[in-house]
């Protein structure tokens, strides 16, 4: 009996397990959606970035003229069906061909042989049915140079002659960095997040050892109004530390960009509770040694608070990398502003956002972000041998 028992409960278990894989596969697959969309529009032509149904994957139609692929634009298509009349209905109608307008598949079922028709007796009555493509024509443009001189060419030929093949612009990322100084504006933000990631981690792992290793009056009461700070919304200390940045003229200077994110009461009371999870004991054993508060700070306490020290500099970096609001406000020249401050420059054209290349911007600006965190993911899973120690 005991080992039925052990067999059912290890096949619950597998079972379990699978369903929460899947679930959480699926959700995976739904929050890289953005991502993958904003890759699909960075390599899509203006005019493709809301048709609808979306386009995936960017493409072009061209046919065969002379053994070379030309170029169209199809403008409209026209299809001789067979079907079966009053068939949505449960009424057995007679078979007849008619030229009627077929819209698409069902985008959401690809994989099933159904067309949207628009009837010849309700204009704007959409059913919906399993039909019999007899013969196809597209409408084509197919534009022409002669003599420097454009002309545009309207063809009908049959569906079958027109092809789809893949085409990614990828002179869209060209295009953005001739467009605005992309150059400058990412070596900015190179410089200010490295800085501000160096300086923030430094001085929150010192604060962080200080609150929860050394004693001294005043301690605990200190922690705590430096930890109330985070209660206060930045947009009420953003007035202040603008005009402090205008007494000491460093508006429009790294030194603006930079010192201000360099402290944060986040980062101190983060490392500070991962400090105290660290044994006193290990620091005991090193002032035996002979060994001063710097010393055990830098050989004890840092080695054994990788893991903190990885998360707190990539949640810093992303936030100064991606930070539009601050760098905005005190910068003024085109030469100091950062990235997420320059493409904001593709939406302030007078035709409208660019989509395509907004998005290309946005692909290269996330580069760093996933180098930074690939390089740093293997230092979450080391907290566990804190427990072994404390064991």
Not at 32 to 56: C, E, G, R
Not at 172 to 182: H, M
Not at 382 to 391: A, H
Request: glycine share 6%; charged share 20%; aromatic share 16%.
């Amino acid at each position: 009996m005991a080992p039925e028992i052990e067999k059912r409960r290890k096949k619950d278990k597998f079972r379990q397990d699978l369903i929460f894989y899947i679930l959480l596969s699926i959700t995976a697959a739904f929050m890289a959606v953005p991502f993958i969309w904003m890759i699909s529009t960075s390599l899509k032509h203006p005019d493709a970035v809301f048709i609808y149904p979306p386009k995936w994957i960017p493409d072009y139609n061209y046919i065969i003229e002379n053994g070379k692929k030309v170029t169209v634009n199809v403008i409209g298509e026209k299809y001789e069906i067979e079907y079966l009349e009053g068939r949505l209905k449960g009424q057995r109608g007679e078979t007849f061909k008619k030229i009627m307008e077929v819209d698409s598949k069902h985008w959401w079922q690809p994989w099933k042989k159904k067309y949207s028709v628009n009837t010849s007796e309700e204009k704007n009555f959409y059913q919906w049915d399993e039909i019999k493509l007899l013969k196809g024509e597209a409408v084509v443009e197919i534009v022409k140079e002669v003599d420097e001189v454009y002309a545009v060419e309207k063809r009908t030929l049959p569906i079958k002659d027109v092809y789809t093949g893949i085409k990614p612009v990828w002179s869209n990322y060209r295009t953005v960095i001739e467009k605005i100084p992309f150059a400058r504006f990412y070596w900015n933000s190179i410089i200010v997040a490295f800085c501000v990631t160096i300086g923030q981690v430094f001085t929150s792992a010192m604060a962080g050892y200080a609150f929860s290793r050394l004693s001294f009056p005043g301690r605990d009461k200190l922690f705590f109004g430096y930890l109330a700070t985070m209660m206060i919304p930045q947009a009420v200390i953003l007035v202040p530390v603008f005009i402090l940045m205008t007494w000491l003229n460093w508006i429009d200077s790294y030194k603006a960009l930079i010192v201000p994110a360099m402290f944060s009461a986040y980062g101190t009371f983060m490392l500070r509770q991962f400090f105290m999870t660290i044994p006193v004991d290990l620091e005991d054993a090193a002032k035996i040694d002979g060994c001063n508060y710097i010393r055990i700070f830098w050989s004890i306490i840092l080695p054994l608070s990788k893991p903190a020290l990885a998360t707190l500099t990539v949640f810093t970096f992303m936030g100064s990398w991606m930070n539009f609001m601050w760098p905005l406000i005190v910068t003024n020249r085109v030469e100091m502003k950062t990235l997420p401050v320059g493409l904001a420059y593709f939406q302030e054209t007078g035709f409208g956002t660019q989509y395509e290349l907004l998005m290309a911007g946005a692909f290269m600006a996330v580069i760093p972000l996933v180098l930074i965190f690939i390089f740093t993911q293997r230092f979450f899973v080391e907290g566990i041998k804190m427990q072994g120690i404390k064991g």
